[in-house]
């Protein structure tokens, strides 16, 4: 069974600049969550896609967007990056919304 | 404002002795409760759940213990060994909400061979 995977792992970008992170869920897993965990910090929600739409919002604004295809993988998307955007990314993937989630091995994103 | 709270940042332990990690939680509507092992530059590993059905959950070393009425719930690890040396995370859902989970700050364990 392949577990949830992450990419890149980590990366640098410069205040004001685009990222994309992608996530492939774990087989037979049809849900995918992103979290944001600032050291220190527990992770906290950002959105949840389920059928390719966002099912469920965190406290992030507008410039945080997703997008699922249809083979369950994701995408996490950041515009206008802030210096406090710099965190360790978690996808997590689950059977279905609610239930148990598995994460993935992060990204690392810098901004600076 | 923390729905999840884990009032002690770090805990240490003899090797072969029981490890306790606790958690708190304000959220009366939360039925569903996990937690996670997270190693450095790794993502967190899932661990246990329990349901708020139940008040005890065991798989091999762990156990997980689930007060409803005191909105407080525990991991319990024995023996403890020194891989179990980590930061450990309770996380929480609400089923009127089913799309996300309220995490803690997180306890660094460790284990003192």
């Known amino acids: ?112 | 404002d923390q729905q999840v709270k884990q009032n002690s940042p770090s805990l240490s332990v003899q090797e072969g002795r029981i490890s306790i990690l606790n958690c708190d939680y304000t959220n009366s509507m939360f039925d569903y409760f996990l937690w996670y092992k997270k190693y450095p530059a790794e993502g967190p590993t899932f661990l246990i759940s329990i349901s708020s059905i139940k008040d005890k959950n065991e798989d091999g070393r762990f156990t997980v213990f689930l007060n409803k009425s005191a909105k407080h719930l525990s991991l319990h690890i024995v023996p403890s060994q020194p891989g179990d040396s980590a930061v450990y995370f309770c996380a929480a859902s609400d089923p009127g909400v089913g799309n996300q989970f309220y995490f803690g700050t997180g306890t660094s364990l460790t284990v003192i061979p």
């Open chain 1, 1 to 112: 069974e392949t577990g949830v995977t992450q990419s890149p792992t980590h990366l640098i970008k410069t205040r004001g600049q685009q990222v994309t992170l992608r996530c492939s869920s774990q087989s037979g897993h049809n849900t995918v969550s992103w979290y944001q965990q600032a050291l220190g910090q527990g992770p906290q929600f950002i959105f949840q896609y389920y059928r390719e739409e966002e099912n469920g919002r965190g406290n992030f604004p507008p410039r945080f967007s997703g997008l699922q295809f249809p083979n369950y993988s994701s995408e996490l998307n950041v515009n206008a990056l802030e210096l406090d955007d710099s965190a360790l990314y978690l996808c997590a993937s689950s059977r279905s919304p609610g239930n148990t989630i598995y994460f993935g091995e992060g990204s690392w994103l810098t901004v600076v």
